[in-house]
């Protein structure tokens, strides 16, 4: 608005030096001022107010990396736009309006698509769009914010395919692969999950059914002691880009454990572990969940070790720590553990690389205590 103003003043001051000086001339120059001077924030407001600015987000989740598109929808009103830009936080730059919306031989509606991509996991905020009403000459400038609220966009994190090392690598995989998923010695009811196709009609529960709540199957102690566990410890006043590693190695890992017998995830200050059957059904909850998890440092608590309710035991543990350990917590080490592998960010690594078991996501995992044969423990 300064420069419309400004403008003006330089019409009415040739008008005045016409008046002054006789010069005629002056005269029309000067009134062309005043007119632009006031016609151009005129319809500056009045097309600010008829336009309106959105955005379509394909989709609330992404994974780090991969990229999302928005669609940014801005139509005009009955004075067009005499210029306008958008402003996005996908965007990055404004994105210039012109032609495709004028008065006389524009549309009444444009499109912009965005592609943007998030390098980090969690949750992202994002601001409404901003539509910039202005003249050709930028003499009047307008403002207008999209009504809607901010969206939120869950960054996911990404996962890796799990590079196990021949010998000791391979061995455990195989063993964690043929635990039995239906044990001769499995009495003890653990809940229930969906039924599946081969299972003995005396372990369906028959009271659920009636209920209406479709065909599902009792879960037996000995099914979740057998499968791998994942455990996720969050704990450590290290950069981020360590728990983002040890995040992304434990979300590869139980995407490739799940897939084969399916597993369990133990989360930061959780006692009861998430099962992840091999059809998957529960990866996307699993993989929003890791997606949240938080560290420590900045002034924010650090959070709880995970560690299994009174009574739990697992037999194969994967523990995926964000700082530098050793060993298999106390907490894990008396669960009737069998074999075990530690995961930590390859920075944080100690042992040696030729002892290692597989590579994931920036990290490598080690063989630890329970897992390891009897020379191996008396060596360590």
Known sequence: ???????????????????????????????????LGVVSPAWVHLAARGATIGRILDSDR??????????IEVSRGHWGLPGAAVLDP???????????????SGAQSASVRIVARFPRRGIRRIDPPTLVVSDALDLARVIRVSPSPPQELLVLPRTERVRWVPGSGEKWR???????IEPLGATEVDGLRPYR????????????????AGLLERRLRADTDSRPLVVMDARGNGPPEYLDAAVRAAASLVLELAGRVGCGLLLPGE????????????????????????????GKPDPRAPGLAPGARSAQVVYVAATAL????????????????????KPLVTQPLQDATFEVAGCIGFVVGAGRRPRERAAA
């Open 90 to 104: 996908l965007a990055g730059k404004p994105v210039l309006l012109y032609a495709p919306m004028s008065l006389f």
């Open 197 to 212: 196709h081969g299972t003995p009609a005396s372990r369906i529960h028959w009271p659920a059914l009636a209920r209406g």
């Open 1 to 35: 608005m300064k420069r419309a103003a400004g403008v003006v003043l330089a019409g009415f001051a040739l008008i005045l030096v016409a008046l002054m000086f006789d010069a005629a001339p002056l005269f029309v120059p000067g009134i062309a001022l005043v007119v």
């Open 62 to 71: 992404v994974v780090e990396e991969e990229p999302i598109e928005a669609t």
């Open 174 to 180: 195989r063993a964690a692969g043929a635990a039995a």
């Open 271 to 298: 006692h009861r572990p998430l099962e992840i059957e091999p059809d998957l059904i529960a990866w996307p909850v699993a993989h929003a969940k890791l997606a949240l998890i938080e560290g420590g440092g900045g």
């Open 326 to 345: 050793t060993r298999l917590p106390a907490g894990l080490a008396g669960t009737g553990v069998r074999a075990a592998v530690l995961v930590v960010p």
